[in-house]
């Protein structure tokens, strides 16, 4: 005796098929419309504040790469007992965002290009260079501020170094002495 012909149907079908459309089914040209429709209006929704939080990822990269620079330019001035000077791209400039460069008397230790930091990024200051000593001190006190050239809304990095050769890291509100 054969239990299982009575249980199964001779043409199953699924659930989510409807009975007039047959193994036919999918979205219909109306419902991938709608689709995407909803999905450009929350990515025209989300866009602006992506570009925000990319400028100021950007501005915190490039003040932390300051930073990392200027402990460099301490610590090999330290290690190598020899003044070691890092500066901006011309001689007296205030500015910068170009080609920095860290070097000994005699030799270049580290030279960033413009490449070297993050798009749209200005790094000003009131000296053109700062030199460390052998024993660690700065020959001028500086105060840094690392900002996005075309957004506003973007909260400048401020790095300060002082006579002593403390470099602070980079905070979002200016210090004392800036």
Known sequence: ??????????????????????????????????????????????????????????????????????????????????????????????????????KTTQQTLRQIGASGLQSGITITTAVGSIAFSPTGTSSATACFQVSYANDSSVIPQFISVQSSGRIAPPVSTRPGGC
């Open 1 to 102: 005796m054969d239990l299982s012909s009575g249980l199964t149907r001779p043409n199953p079908r699924r659930s989510w098929q409807c009975p007039d459309k047959g193994v036919n089914g999918g979205f219909t040209l109306i419902e991938l419309i709608v689709t995407v429709v909803i999905v450009g209006i929350f990515a025209a929704i989300a866009v602006p504040s992506f570009v925000s939080l990319i400028h100021r990822s950007n501005v915190r990269a490039g003040a932390d790469e300051l930073y990392n620079l200027l402990q460099y330019s301490r610590a090999e001035a330290v290690t190598r007992s020899t003044p070691v000077t890092i500066a901006a791209p011309g001689s007296s400039s205030a500015n910068w965002a170009g080609d920095l460069s860290v």
